[in-house]
């Protein structure tokens, strides 16, 4: 399931506040549509309604496709200068799932691989490496 949150932001140009929709996850086999909105730019993208400026909402954002089996996360690279945030991957680059099932890591193991990308260009080049590779594939 995608999961967006509204949060009150500050645009960084003019110092208006309004409340915008923040995405913590994509599921584009739950909502197709998302994959376009991804596309166009359209995730975590701040526009200020006074202003009009436009800037990305720098927040983690998982991409997952159940039907095709992977995953995108993408991390602001802020994120690599912060020593906790090292702490939840195992050394050979998965994520630490401590304490989940046995079974249930089986069932979706691809979760615990996700792609990661710490650029969101990087992000949506990935998606669309991914459906020319499977539209070829076919």
Known sequence: MSKM????????????TQETMVWASLNV?????????????????FECEKCKKQTLINVPLLYHDMAMRFCVQYYPPEA????????HFNADGSVAVNG????VVKSAEYLTRPHIVFDMNE??????FRDRVAAHGQ
């Open 5 to 16: 949150t509204p949060h009150s932001l500050q645009c960084p140009y003019c110092g208006h």
């Open 29 to 45: 086999t739950h909502d197709p549509e998302l994959k376009d909105r991804l596309y166009a730019a359209e995730i975590n993208r």
């Open 80 to 87: 690599l200068k912060d020593e906790d945030f090292h702490r």
């Open 100 to 103: 989940v099932p046995e079974a």
């Open 123 to 128: 992000l949506i080049r990935y998606v669309a």
